[in-house]
């Protein structure tokens, strides 16, 4: 979900090699285990809050930060870690982070107290910052102009793919060898990847094949002129910034509390309600994909179908959710539910092609930043937490029972945006 970093690539390697290559390939697998080790670093945690809330006698709300705080810090720091990877070296840059993330993920499985455990999720995020922006920027670097499209899609697939494993694996490892050896496992599994990384991909080499010495000085002539300011400079982009942020309050809250939820009210173990929360997270990554596909097919000829069909998707996910928490536990809720994850990340492709649209080309990484910074400081980071918080005072199910809210609050918005998106997008076209 806070994978809208891609493009931040956009332009680094805009010619390209002309035809895909066996060592291009192995970049790809080698970036792509990587961000799936990002990913189950990430979501393992949730798949052991019964243990720790046990273990610990921890409040919702401390739970909730611990998971929230690793989006906090991607938030905050994707941006300029971004940019300090440009300057030291990607390749070098994405194996720090990844030996970062590993380590502290290691840290974790060691910790004795909630204090230490913060501590280690806090350099989690650290290390997880800037990897989606950087990671695929190697990637379409080595591969031709034509798949940049499918590798963008594949990369934000990893991301899922990594949850999944992080909650069913984590939540698996637990309830066999306790909560410890589920951290360490995965943070294991990343030290590995971190080490392997530079010693196969070649800063030199991948600059050979994607001629960059060439398109970086395009890049730098096209940018000449074009100030930072546009990232902001009409309204529309601004309404889409915040509605994609606010939607994912609840996108980043459901994941998190999922497992807690299977196991408290569907009286799962730990290892049942971890696979069942990453099949709905399976149905969330799916409503992503198939969503923007839907989206950019219905919006060929009226590009202003974006805007109505990301409202539809946070008023449906409003809608069913709601519906699926005032039922007791059974299947019509799981399907409600299932309904629910389909559509609650659905507007990420279309506010994606909104940015994209009204900013101009030059700065479209910086524009990508920033929604990943709207994405993780306006949801993925406060959902969990407040979330955990609320659910202290009234109980899981009332707290979860408040995220339509948020949902209903972003289709608000997307509408809003609509009546100044094809007004902004000719200025944008005029201007750039």
Request: with cysteine; hydrophobic share 55%.
């Amino acid at each position: 979900m806070a994978m809208m970093a891609p493009a931040s690539s956009q332009g680094l390697a805009q010619d390209g090699p002309g035809d895909t290559t066996f060592y291009g390939w192995i970049v790809f697998a080698l970036s792509f285990g990587l961000l799936i080790s990002d990913y189950m670093a990430r979501q393992v945690l949730n798949a052991v809050f019964p243990l720790l809330k046990v273990e610990w006698a921890l409040s919702d709300a401390q739970l909730g930060l611990l998971s929230g705080v690793v989006a906090l810090m991607v938030g905050l720091l994707t941006l300029p870690l971004s940019l300090a990877a440009d300057r030291w070296g990607r390749v070098r840059s994405l194996a720090i982070m990844a030996g970062l993330w590993s380590l502290a993920t290691l840290f974790c499985a060691a910790a004795a107290s909630y204090p230490q455990m913060l501590l280690g999720r806090v350099m989690v995020g650290v290390g997880e910052a800037a990897y989606g922006s950087v990671g695929i920027a190697v990637v379409i670097s080595v591969f031709p102009q034509r798949l940049r499209s499918t590798l963008s899609a594949a990369f934000m697939a990893g991301g899922l793919f990594g949850q999944v494993l992080g909650v069913a694996v984590g939540g698996a490892m637990a309830a066999s060898y306790g909560w410890r050896a589920a951290f360490a496992v995965i943070g294991i599994g990343g030290l590995v990847l971190a080490v392997a990384y530079p010693l196969i991909v070649r800063e030199k080499r991948i600059a050979a094949i994607a001629g960059q010495k060439a398109v970086v000085a395009k890049v730098a002539a096209a940018g000449r002129g074009v100030s930072f300011k546009a990232l902001f400079a009409n309204r529309t982009v601004r309404l889409a910034y915040c509605a994609s942020g606010v939607q994912l309050f609840a996108a980043g809250a459901l994941p998190a509390w999922l497992p807690s939820y299977f196991n408290r009210y569907y009286a799962m173990p730990v290892d049942a309600a971890g696979a069942t929360a990453a099949v709905f997270l399976l149905i969330c990554g799916s409503g992503m994909v198939l969503c923007g596909m839907a989206t950019d097919r219905a919006a060929r000829g009226n590009p202003c179908r974006k805007i109505s069909l990301a409202s539809g998707y946070a008023l449906g996910s409003a809608v069913t959710l709601s519906v699926a928490l005032m039922l007791p536990p059974g299947m019509p809720q799981f399907v409600l539910l299932g309904i629910a994850m389909f559509l609650v990340a659905g507007t990420t492709g279309p506010a994606g092609a909104m940015v994209a649209n009204l900013t101009p080309a030059a700065i479209h990484g910086s524009a990508f930043a920033t929604l990943t910074l709207a994405h993780n400081l306006l949801g993925l980071a406060p959902g969990p937490i407040m979330t955990g918080r609320i659910a202290d005072a009234i109980g899981l199910l009332d707290a979860l029972r408040l995220l339509p809210l948020a949902a209903l609050a972003s289709a608000c918005i997307f509408l809003a945006a609509r009546r100044s998106y094809r007004a902004d997008l000719d200025t944008v076209a005029s201007q750039y």
